[in-house]
């Protein structure tokens, strides 16, 4: 909408190629491509599709294909499959890549591998990236997770900073740049087009914004805080957090669980902003589907004093505590990948592996890096 009032002047008479996919919108539901398609100051060359595609209708880890988009007739190229940066030939003719896609706030997702990827491609074909910037579902204020170490960067963790790293897409990308954290150190010209009354403190159901679905399962506003706090774990089993029943990330239930015991332990730790509730129910699909697995729901009470990441890592204490006999780094060596892809280091899978593990450690080794994060990170702050 800022660029729209703005006459579209960072993109006049310019060809445009615009990464984006459902959640880019305005405040009336209209997809930012079919916005800029119909501009008559721009010409819109083609669509650059992240995780789940253009339109959405791709599920979690499905690969993209290049094709051509329904509704306005362009051209879409995948950017993720065996193409996860743009190469030269799909990258013919455009004098700008925008990237318009609402981020969720946390290093694992996919979509800010994706910015970095594409200001790595413009910079070394001379191409301007235009960044339209979006809210951070987590506010601007909330930072935790170590950075990672480099033998862990992939897809889901290709950037040194904290798993939650308090920054809008457009500060993530001038960091990006300013910091020389891309590729080889390479930079790009940017541009990012601000909001308007964003504020820091502000969590997305605070924008009155509407919320579309970043990806199938954050269909709400307040997901991504329980991606947040259950997400690494869940790289283990993703029935172990609902992901195959209606409350994807809000869970954490196993069949070997007792609900109440569970709900009583993590309680006890009077963890601030959140409580947890007995609960039981079985998946609709994935691997336990139909088995009845009992846990907590995870409740948030304040998400301006909750602090997301440490509930998966309190879980996996009550767990060496109260179930060691059910370790669950017995999973298969995929799945033990992930959670150490995700956690950005293996150490935290060593220490709750251990027979009597050091929860202190870890949070100590959690916090490692943070607050040197921030000081750096403010540099690019674009709002107070």
């Keep these: 909408e800022v660029l729209r009032e703005?006459?579209?002047?960072?993109?006049?008479g310019l060809r445009v190629g615009l990464v984006t996919n459902p959640t880019g919108v305005d405040s009336r539901l209209q997809s930012t491509?079919?916005?800029l398609h119909?501009?008559?100051?721009i010409r819109m060359v083609a669509l650059y599709g992240p995780e789940h595609g253009v339109r959405g209708d791709l599920r979690a880890g499905e690969e993209g294909v290049t094709g051509i988009d329904r509704v306005t007739g362009l051209p879409v190229y995948s950017l993720y499959g065996k193409t996860?940066?743009?190469?030269?030939?799909?990258l013919k003719g455009i004098?700008?890549?925008v990237y318009d896609l609402q981020d969720i706030g946390c290093r694992s997702y996919t979509y800010i591998s994706t910015l970095g990827l594409i200001m790595e491609a413009a910079a070394e074909n001379r191409i301007k990236v235009v960044v339209l910037d979006r809210p951070n579902p987590l506010g601007g204020n909330l930072v935790e997770g170590m950075l990672w170490d480099k033998k862990f960067r992939s897809f889901i963790s290709r950037y040194s900073i904290p798993y939650v790293h308090g920054l809008t897409v457009g500060e993530l990308a001038l960091l990006l740049n300013g910091e020389k954290l891309l590729e080889d150190g390479v930079q790009c010209e940017l541009e990012v087009v601000k909001m308007k009354r964003w504020r820091r403190s502000m969590v997305f159901a605070e924008t009155g914004l509407p919320w579309v679905p970043t990806s199938p399962h954050i269909p709400w506003p307040v997901t991504p805080f329980?991606?947040?706090?259950?997400?690494?774990?869940?790289?283990l089993s993703p029935n172990l957090v609902g992901v195959g029943y209606t409350l994807p990330f809000q869970v954490l239930a196993a069949p070997w669980l007792q609900a109440e015991k569970l709900a009583e332990g993590l309680n006890s730790r009077n963890m601030p902003g959140v409580r947890f509730r007995p609960i039981r129910f079985k998946p609709f699909y994935k691997k336990q589907r139909e088995q009845l697995l009992q846990g907590v729901?995870?409740?948030?009470?304040?998400?301006?004093k909750v602090r997301p990441t440490l509930i998966q890592f309190a879980f996996l204490d009550h767990l060496a505590e109260h179930y060691p006999e059910h370790g669950l780094f017995a999973s298969d060596e995929g799945r033990l990948r992930m959670f150490d892809l995700a956690c950005g280091s293996g150490k935290g899978r060593k220490i709750f592996s251990a027979t009597d593990p050091d929860y202190r450690q870890f949070i100590q080794l959690w916090n490692k890096g943070t607050e040197e994060f921030k000081k750096r990170a403010a540099r690019y702050h674009l709002y107070d």
Excluded: C, N, W
Excluded at 6 to 12: A, N, P, R, T
Excluded at 297 to 304: K, N
């Design 95 to 97: 004098d700008v890549l």
């Design 33 to 35: 491509a079919d916005i």
């Design 38 to 41: 119909q501009a008559e100051e």
């Design 297 to 304: 729901q995870i409740h948030f009470t304040d998400y301006h």
């Design 84 to 90: 996860r940066k743009p190469t030269p030939e799909m």
């Design 6 to 12: 703005q006459g579209y002047k960072s993109l006049k």
């Design 226 to 235: 329980h991606y947040a706090a259950t997400g690494i774990v869940g790289e």
